[in-house]
Each structure stands twice: as C-alpha cells, then as structure tokens.
C-alpha cells in the first residue's frame, strides 16, 4: 500500500508556473505508475499526465501537451508536474494516483491523494 501527498499548489496569474509534487509512502515507489489528474467545479476529474514506473514513458492529455512536464524521483519517492504557461481554464483540485500496474490515461488507479488547489487568474 502507498500513501500519496500532494503540494505546491496555489494562485498564479496567467502565463506563470507552478510545479506540484506528490509524495509516496514506501519503500517500493518504483514499482507504481502515476498519473495526474484535475477536477474543476462542476466537472468530471479528467486526466492530465502520466508516467511509467521507472520514468521511461510519459503521457498528457492534449490540453496541456507542451506546457506540463511529469517526471519522478524515485529515490526521493516523488513525482513532479511542472505547470507553465498557465491559463485560467487550467484551474482545478490536482490529484495524483498511483498503481501497482501498467501507467493508464484514465481513473482506474488505486490509490489516490487528498490534492491540490491550482487557481490561475487572468
């Protein structure tokens, strides 16, 4: 089992950054993919950006291609997104998740931090 912690979020003006870390629990980080994902007020949680256990493969969503970066750390236990360019419509409670399989563009993960606010102001 893994606990997940996210931070760095906050209020940033529009065409600024942010980057966002998620935290594991464990020792056996390196064994979970994780994936990124956003929910807006009123909307469904979408998914933002994914990686593969060892880092070797990434994913985005086409909105946010070429503006967000996932990467990890696994000797730190932690997976970064780094957010530039921001836009208003980027704004949303960020969530990271992590399981045990194969990295997935969708919400089939199982385990799931508390997230993080991210508000872009135009």
């Known amino acids: 089992q893994v606990q997940l912690v996210e931070s760095g979020g906050g209020l940033v003006q529009a065409g600024g950054s942010l980057r966002l870390s998620c935290a594991a629990s464990?020792?056996?980080?390196?064994?979970?993919?994780v994936g990124w994902f956003r929910q807006a007020p009123g909307k469904e949680r979408e998914f933002v950006a994914a990686?593969?256990?060892?880092?070797?493969?990434?994913y985005y969503a086409d909105s946010v291609k070429g503006r967000f970066t996932i990467s990890r750390d696994n000797a730190k236990n932690t997976v970064y997104l780094q957010m530039n360019s921001l836009k208003p419509e980027d704004t949303a409670v960020y969530y990271c998740a992590a399981d045990r399989g194969v990295v997935k563009t969708y919400d089939e993960y199982d385990y799931w931090g508390q997230g993080t606010q991210v508000t872009v102001s135009s």
């Open positions: 990686i593969s256990r060892r880092g070797g493969s990434t």
């Open positions: 464990g020792r056996t980080f390196s064994s979970y993919a």
